[in-house]
């Protein structure tokens, strides 16, 4: 794995030796999101890792992090386009792009465990709905794996008591999640999470829904000191685990062997070493230390989710029919089936990360075709 600048200096020398010796497959990893970031220092690097390492040498990637090539919004075009041949893309952020994709994030409203999301949301997307898999090959893309975030909560710059309290409070939240806090009677603003510091802190918003472990990994501690610990769903549709289908077919068995077997360590490296460690770690010492005060919601109103969820299902079925998606139905009922299946799973092996990725491996990877 070489950063761009190694890269640069070692192009000359590379191109002196084109014809003498083997060459690596390059491929450039480019990643909107800090190097210290759980996406990125559990999951791209652990997937970069194991890939060059499978691919016996004969794969080798230029990772880039930082937002140095790429932005949230500009990843997937830029996948497809060849300007990076791997990237972080969140499907949230192109629902009109990904129909199909988003009929699974907009089931939020059932987020809650991470590892399960993961694996539920993987397993559906990679072998139960082959409108997903063309739709990202329509992309330019070969998609092989998303993380889940943990359980998000209200992550805020003012003190509240009370879920009437958010009444006509600016709440960023993305996607599906945006129903939820306009069903609370606040106003979601869908902005990527990368502005949303500077959103609370200019007071463009009150609030953030989000997983505890931001209040560290995006800052947002500094302008943030209030958190209501009300279940609000989670983001389960991230990709990090892919590659552009031009590039994915010029590579050898070995090679797309390589990439597949490292993809199980990109999901359970974001999902469980990184929010759910992350959110762990936050919560015995970071809570504290940045003064953080969490208020927990009363009995009624954890209610209210177990309401608004016996509705949600039906709607995205309906919503996503009405958009003129055939089979909608059936991707939801593989989703809430392959939820209970996962629940199984973890609570059987928890969070040990050896035993998820085998289980993944299991249950997923092994069924693909190259």
């Given at each position: 794995?070489?950063?761009?600048?190694?890269?640069?200096?070692?192009?000359?020398?590379?191109?002196?030796?084109l014809g003498t010796t083997a060459q690596a497959t390059d491929l450039i990893?480019?990643?909107?999101?800090?190097?210290?970031?759980?996406?990125?220092?559990?999951?791209?690097?652990?997937?970069?890792?194991?890939?060059?390492?499978?691919?016996?040498?004969?794969?080798?990637?230029?990772?880039?992090?930082?937002?140095?090539?790429?932005?949230?919004?500009?990843?997937?075009?830029?996948?497809?386009?060849?300007?990076?041949?791997?990237?972080?893309?969140?499907?949230?952020?192109?629902?009109?792009?990904?129909?199909?994709?988003?009929?699974?994030?907009?089931?939020?409203?059932?987020?809650?465990?991470?590892?399960?999301?993961?694996?539920?949301?993987?397993?559906?997307?990679?072998?139960?709905?082959?409108?997903?898999?063309?739709?990202?090959?329509?992309?330019?893309?070969?998609?092989?794996?998303?993380?889940?975030?943990?359980?998000?909560?209200?992550?805020?710059?003012?003190?509240?008591?009370?879920?009437?309290?958010?009444?006509?409070?600016?709440?960023?939240?993305?996607?599906?999640?945006?129903?939820?806090?306009?069903?609370?009677?606040?106003?979601?603003?869908?902005?990527?999470?990368?502005?949303?510091?500077?959103?609370?802190?200019?007071?463009?918003?009150?609030?953030?829904?989000?997983?505890?472990?931001?209040?560290?990994?995006?800052?947002?501690?500094?302008?943030?000191?209030?958190?209501?610990?009300?279940?609000?769903?989670?983001?389960?549709?991230?990709?990090?685990?892919?590659?552009?289908?031009?590039?994915?077919?010029?590579?050898?068995?070995?090679?797309?062997?390589?990439?597949?077997?490292?993809?199980?360590?990109?999901?359970?490296?974001?999902?469980?070493?990184?929010?759910?460690?992350?959110?762990?770690?936050?919560?015995?010492?970071?809570?504290?230390?940045?003064?953080?005060?969490?208020?927990?919601?009363?009995?009624?109103?954890?209610?209210?989710?177990?309401?608004?969820?016996?509705?949600?299902?039906?709607?995205?079925?309906?919503?996503?029919?009405?958009?003129?998606?055939?089979?909608?139905?059936?991707?939801?009922?593989?989703?809430?089936?392959?939820?209970?299946?996962?629940?199984?799973?973890?609570?059987?092996?928890?969070?040990?990360?050896?035993?998820?990725?085998?289980?993944?491996?299991?249950?997923?990877?092994?069924?693909?075709?190259?």
């Amino acid at each position: 794995m070489k950063p761009l600048t190694i890269y640069a200096s070692a192009l000359p020398l590379a191109l002196a030796a084109l014809g003498t010796t083997a060459q690596a497959t390059d491929l450039i990893y480019g990643s909107y999101l800090s190097p210290e970031h759980g996406n990125n220092k559990y999951g791209v690097v652990r997937f970069i890792e194991e890939a060059e390492r499978a691919s016996e040498g004969s794969l080798e990637f230029q990772y880039i992090p930082g937002g140095a090539l790429v932005g949230a919004k500009t990843t997937l075009s830029s996948i497809r386009d060849g300007i990076v041949d791997n990237g972080i893309v969140v499907s949230l952020y192109h629902a009109s792009d990904l129909p199909y994709n988003t009929i699974i994030t907009n089931m939020t409203a059932f987020g809650g465990d991470a590892a399960v999301l993961a694996g539920a949301t993987n397993e559906t997307t990679l072998l139960n709905c082959p409108k997903c898999m063309e739709e990202w090959e329509s992309w330019n893309i070969k998609h092989l794996g998303a993380y889940s975030t943990t359980g998000y909560k209200f992550l805020c710059r003012e003190e509240m008591k009370s879920l009437d309290d958010f009444k006509d409070w600016r709440i960023r939240a993305a996607g599906a999640t945006g129903r939820w806090v306009n069903h609370l009677g606040a106003t979601s603003v869908n902005i990527p999470v990368t502005d949303t510091y500077e959103a609370l802190q200019r007071g463009q918003i009150e609030c953030t829904v989000g997983s505890l472990s931001w209040l560290k990994t995006f800052s947002l501690e500094d302008v943030a000191k209030y958190v209501y610990d009300m279940p609000s769903g989670a983001y389960f549709g991230g990709t990090l685990a892919n590659i552009n289908l031009d590039k994915w077919k010029a590579l050898s068995d070995l090679e797309k062997q390589a990439i597949i077997s490292a993809a199980p360590k990109a999901v359970s490296g974001a999902t469980v070493m990184g929010y759910v460690g992350d959110d762990k770690r936050y919560l015995e010492t970071g809570v504290e230390a940045a003064g953080i005060t969490i208020i927990q919601p009363s009995d009624d109103e954890l209610k209210l989710l177990s309401e608004y969820r016996k509705t949600e299902a039906d709607l995205v079925i309906k919503m996503s029919q009405d958009a003129g998606l055939k089979g909608a139905e059936d991707v939801v009922h593989a989703f809430l089936r392959n939820l209970e299946k996962w629940e199984g799973i973890i609570a059987e092996i928890g969070y040990d990360v050896e035993k998820y990725e085998e289980a993944l491996n299991r249950e997923i990877y092994s069924k693909l075709d190259k």
